[in-house]
T-cell receptor, first 115, second 113 residues
Framework: DAGVTQSPTHLIKTRGQHVTLRCSPISGHKSVSWYQQVLGQGPQFIFQ???????GRGNFPDRFSARQFPNYSSELNVNALLLGDSALYLCASSGMARDSANEQFFGPGTRLTVL | AQSVTQPDIHITVSEGASLELRCNYSYGATPYLFWYVQSPGQGLQLLLKYFSGDTLVQGIKGFEAEFKRSQSSFNLRKPSVHWSDAAEYFCAVGNTNAGKSTFGDGTTLTVKP
C-alpha cells in the first residue's frame, strides 16, 4: 500500500514568489493536515482538512492557504514568500474514525528554500 | 493552550546502554500522546501512542513509554540502544483529532559505538 506522498521533494524559490505543494493521502483517509517544520524545531500545525472542509488552522498568516479535492488530495499554497518560510513542509493523513482516536501518518515532506 | 516540552535538546548514549527521553505536556483535558522518530531528511514515523488504559505502552523497535498524569509526563524508554536508533525524537499531544497535534522541539539522539 502506498503511504502519504508529497511533491515536489525539493523546491527553491525567491522572496515574493508563490509556491504550491501537493499531498496525496493514504487510500481511504479523508483527513489531511499540513505542518511546517523549521530547522531545529518540531512541526507546527498549519491546516487540517476533512471531507474538503477546513477543520482547523494554526497561527499562520493569510499568505498560507490550502484546499482539499474530491479525491482527498490536498494543496498548500504560500504567497509572497519570505525567507522565514524556508522549512520542511509535512503532510499527514488520518482516517478520522468516529469511535476511536486516530493516529496520523506522515509523508516525507517537501523541503522549501526561499532565497 | 496545549504545549509540549522536551527538556533535553541533545542526548548521547553508548550502544547497548539504556535510554530515557523526557516529555512534559500541558493540556486541558485527557491528552492523547504520541512519540515520533525522524531520520535526517525524512518524515515522521510513529513509535507509540497513548489514548487510554494501561499507562505503560509498548511501541515499535523496542520502545516503550509511561504516562504519568500527576507529573504531566510521557517519557520514552528503551532498555538497550542500537546504533540505528540515532535520530530526532518528537513528543506530541493532541485530542481525538490527531491531525491537530502540538509537537515539542525534539531531542536529538546520538549513539556512540
Amino acid at each position: 500500500d502506498a503511504g502519504v506522498t508529497q511533491s515536489p521533494t525539493h523546491l527553491i524559490k525567491t522572496r515574493g514568489q508563490h509556491v504550491t505543494l501537493r499531498c496525496s493521502p493514504i487510500s481511504g483517509h479523508k483527513s489531511v493536515s499540513w505542518y511546517q517544520q523549521v530547522l531545529g524545531q518540531g512541526p507546527q500545525f498549519i491546516f487540517q482538512y476533512y471531507e474538503k472542509e477546513e477543520r482547523g488552522r494554526g497561527n499562520f498568516p493569510d499568505r498560507f492557504s490550502a484546499r482539499q479535492f474530491p479525491n482527498y488530495s490536498s494543496e498548500l499554497n504560500v504567497n509572497a514568500l519570505l525567507l522565514g518560510d524556508s522549512a520542511l513542509y509535512l503532510c499527514a493523513s488520518s482516517g478520522m474514525a468516529r469511535d476511536s482516536a486516530n493516529e496520523q501518518f506522515f509523508g516525507p515532506g517537501t523541503r522549501l528554500t526561499v532565497l | 493552550a496545549q504545549s509540549v516540552t522536551q527538556p533535553d535538546i541533545h542526548i548521547t548514549v553508548s550502544e547497548g546502554a539504556s535510554l530515557e527521553l523526557r516529555c512534559n505536556y500541558s493540556y486541558g483535558a485527557t491528552p492523547y500522546l504520541f512519540w515520533y522518530v525522524q531520520s535526517p531528511g525524512q518524515g515522521l514515523q510513529l513509535l507509540l501512542k497513548y489514548f487510554s488504559g494501561d499507562t505503560l505502552v509498548q511501541g515499535i523497535k523496542g520502545f516503550e513509554a509511561e504516562f504519568k498524569r500527576s507529573q504531566s509526563s510521557f517519557n520514552l524508554r528503551k532498555p538497550s540502544v542500537h546504533w540505528s536508533d540515532a535520530a530526532e525524537y518528537f513528543c506530541a499531544v493532541g485530542n481525538t483529532n490527531a491531525g491537530k497535534s502540538t509537537f515539542g522541539d525534539g531531542t536529538t539522539l546520538t549513539v556512540k559505538p
